[in-house]
């Protein structure tokens, strides 16, 4: 490997935005450690970008107990690593008395604690070279409640106050660590979500290569929060200068009519 190069690791690589990221990443000179569970899309991916860096392929399941230790144990052996991020997400649609319990388990497991856990990993050795940067992507849900979303909205709310705690822990450190918190992004997630139903969803959909250089210019420019989107981050503030009541109700209201126009609208079971 190029010792001129610096390493990123990027979770959920193998589609959407954690893909888009690789090739953000690979065109700005890093060599790149990319993990999800399909080994297949990965290696498809670092033959694409094999021009441009050398891409290593970690696959496994970050949900499962050991998936974070062993995510850090192969890029170890790699080299030191410069950038993390942590992309890798499942999201859920419908009410959560109906999800079912295995959805629960692994969207605590992906979205909160592997998250945790690889930062917890990977900071000590940036900590140590007083260099290195963490990326962790929360989304425009994570600001409010969101009722048929309510555990994947609040683990983006967890994603996004672990990062702001984190970032101001580790200023002056030589660390920057940044939340991205994207709005509607036309990716996999998306598609399994059915946001055909939603109003005005085509107008706010991003697309996730616009998604992931903001991302990389606001770890890069040392923000901590980055919401892509002048209709994104417009709906973030005025959200923000609400009463908290009044957003609550309104989404309630909007899950209500949502629900009763479309009865059945859940995330397909995929496993
Ligand atoms: N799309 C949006 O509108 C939107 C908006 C805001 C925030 N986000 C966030 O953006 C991030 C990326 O999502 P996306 O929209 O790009 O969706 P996506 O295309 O479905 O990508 C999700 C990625 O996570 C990986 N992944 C899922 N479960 C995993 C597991 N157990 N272990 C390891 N990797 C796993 C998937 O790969 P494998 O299936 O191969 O494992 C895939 O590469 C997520 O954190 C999501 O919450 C998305």
Known sequence: MSPTKPLAVITGASSGIGR???????????????????????????????????????????????????????????????????????????????????????????????????????????????????????SVVGFQAVPGMALYSASKAFVLSFTESLAEETRCSGIKVCALCPGLTDTEMVDDLGTEHVPGAQLMMSQPEDVALQGYNALHQGEVIRIPGILNQAVVNWAHYQPRWLIRMLAGIAERSNLAAHPGTVTPDKS
Request: with cysteine; net charge positive.
């Open 20 to 138: 888009a990221f690789a090739k953000v990443f690979a065109q700005h000179g890093f060599n790149l450690i990319l993990c999800a569970r399909r080994e297949d899309k990965l290696t498809e991916l670092a033959t694409e970008l094999a021009p441009l860096c050398e891409a290593h392929v970690v696959a496994l399941d970050l949900s499962k107990r050991k998936g974070p230790q062993k995510l850090f144990a192969a890029a170890s052996e790699i080299g030191p690593v410069d950038t993390l991020i942590n992309n890798a997400g499942t999201a859920y649609q419908g009410r959560f008395a109906s999800m079912p319990r295995e959805r629960i388990q692994d969207m605590v497991h992906l979205n909160m604690r592997a998250l945790s856990e690889t930062c917890a990993l990977f900071l000590p050795q940036m900590l140590a070279a007083k260099k290195g940067k963490i990326l962790n992507v929360s």
